[in-house]
Nanobody, 126 residues
Framework: VQLQASGGGLVQAGGFLRLSCAAS????????IGWFRQAPGKEREFVAA?????????YYADSVKGRFTISGDNAKNTVYLLMNSLRPEDTAVYYC???????????????????WGQGTLVTVSS
């Protein structure tokens, strides 16, 4: 699976951005797509995830719940991350990742994902 992330940019606090993660190559029915982010000097952290082909169930980090929405367009093999009410602390490089088979309890663990796209930088100014 190859992943291509895009949509990052500079936005003022309170604004919004929509990130895209386009997947190509082999996919499977249990594929999970996750978004992670890494701010300067900090560890990579889980943001959101979606089971693409099964029930489309979604998961969010507490810090983004209610502000971010992950969704998928299976026809386009693309997963989106709509980020509303952005805050300066959301500034980070955002990565999308895929797992062909994941245990639910590990969905927030970056080690559970075997495929990664390049990052896209999101900068939120105050």
């Amino acid at each position: 699976v190859q992943l291509q992330a895009s949509g990052g940019g500079l936005v003022q606090a309170g604004g919004f951005l929509r990130l895209s993660c386009a997947a190509s190559g082999r996919t499977c029915s249990r594929e999970t797509i996750g978004w992670f982010r890494q701010a300067p000097g900090k560890e990579r952290e889980f943001v959101a995830a979606i089971f693409r082909f099964n029930n489309g169930r979604t998961y969010y980090a507490d810090s983004v719940k209610g502000r971010f929405t992950i969704s998928g367009d299976n026809a386009k093999n693309t997963v989106y991350l709509l980020m509303n009410s952005l805050r300066p602390e959301d500034t980070a490089v955002y990565y999308c990742a895929a797992s062909a088979s994941i245990i639910l309890s590990s969905i927030r663990n970056s080690d559970s994902y075997g495929y990664w796209g390049q990052g896209t930088l999101v900068t939120v100014s105050s």
